[in-house]
């Protein structure tokens, strides 16, 4: 494509999804957009067709590691870090749309939508902790491991250290499922359970474990397998 041609193809693409956004953009011209930015001064249409054709769409794009988009022939060191933090940007995003007032009553969906955005572009199961006071304050929210894609381990002392930093009084335990669905497995019930018994000699109440993949999630205390005990409102309050 002649320069001029090249630069007014730009212009043109840039003009289109300012007026009507990517909802009626071809896949390739999504690609192809992005990679403006990482290529300023080459034409990017043959790369966006290589890159689709590669992985098959936009969200295997930028789950690629840098390492693996590298790999694909005219995609620089500067284009796959651009790739792939979009994941994480749409993470740090959502999480902050999602940090809104925590509804005591219905808390389990709000932790749940935080627990779907802290998962976004992680390739690996990651634990969460979430910390409240007795009236559902939250006073702490981060990550307390990180495994494979299958399998991740929170260890009890981690879980208490925090806890007696943050002075709380009840926590919900969350993960992701880089792949599958939402359900917790066998050993995420049974690991609940013996979290949940080995933190009760230290007055930590384990309210919920929720479990999150892609868009979805599910609570194990409103799936039963909690005891009430454990629940607002529940005997031990």
Same mark, same amino acid.
């Given at each position: 494509?002649?320069?001029?041609?090249?630069?007014? #193809?730009?212009?043109?693409?840039?003009?289109?999804?300012?007026?009507?956004?990517?909802?009626?953009?071809?896949? #390739?011209?999504?690609?192809?957009?992005?990679?403006?930015?990482?290529?300023?001064?080459?034409?990017?249409?043959?790369?966006? #067709?290589?890159?689709?054709?590669?992985?098959?769409?936009?969200?295997?794009?930028?789950?690629?590691?840098?390492?693996?988009?590298?790999?694909?022939?005219?995609?620089?060191?500067?284009?796959?870090?651009?790739?792939?933090?979009? $994941?994480?940007?749409?993470?740090?995003?959502?999480?902050?749309?999602?940090?809104?007032?925590?509804?005591?009553?219905?808390?389990?969906?709000?932790?749940?939508?935080?627990?779907?955005?802290?998962?976004?572009?992680?390739?690996?199961?990651?634990?969460?902790?979430?910390?409240?006071?007795?009236?559902?304050?939250?006073?702490?929210?981060?990550?307390?491991?990180?495994?494979?894609?299958?399998?991740? #381990?929170?260890?009890?002392?981690?879980?208490?250290?925090?806890?007696?930093?943050?002075?709380?009084?009840?926590?919900?335990?969350?993960?992701?499922? $880089?792949?599958?669905?939402?359900?917790?497995?066998?050993?995420?019930?049974?690991?609940?359970?013996?979290?949940?018994?080995?933190?009760? $000699?230290?007055?930590?109440?384990?309210?919920?474990?929720?479990?999150?993949?892609?868009?979805?999630?599910?609570?194990?205390?409103?799936?039963?397998?909690?005891? $009430?005990?454990?629940?607002?409102?529940?005997?031990?309050?």
């Amino acid at each position: 494509m002649p320069d001029h041609d090249h630069q007014g #193809h730009r212009a043109r693409l840039k003009k289109r999804f300012q007026a009507e956004g990517l909802d009626h953009f071809e896949l #390739h011209n999504v690609v192809e957009l992005l990679l403006f930015y990482g290529m300023p001064q080459r034409d990017t249409n043959q790369l966006a #067709h290589t890159l689709v054709r590669e992985f098959g769409s936009l969200a295997a794009i930028l789950d690629a590691t840098p390492q693996q988009l590298m790999a694909v022939k005219g995609v620089g060191e500067n284009t796959a870090t651009l790739l792939s933090l979009i $994941p994480q940007v749409c993470r740090r995003y959502y999480l902050e749309k999602a940090q809104v007032p925590l509804p005591r009553e219905d808390y389990v969906e709000a932790l749940g939508r935080r627990l779907v955005a802290a998962s976004i572009g992680r390739r690996v199961e990651t634990a969460f902790l979430f910390c409240f006071d007795n009236r559902m304050k939250e006073l702490y929210f981060g990550i307390i491991g990180e495994g494979t894609s299958d399998t991740v #381990h929170m260890t009890t002392r981690k879980i208490a250290e925090i806890v007696i930093k943050t002075e709380a009084s009840c926590i919900v335990l969350g993960h992701n499922h $880089p792949t599958g669905f939402a359900l917790p497995s066998a050993a995420d019930r049974q690991n609940t359970l013996e979290l949940r018994r080995l933190l009760a $000699p230290l007055s930590i109440r384990l309210l919920d474990h929720l479990v999150a993949a892609g868009d979805d999630f599910v609570s194990m205390a409103q799936s039963g397998y909690l005891s $009430p005990d454990f629940l607002p409102g529940g005997e031990g309050e």
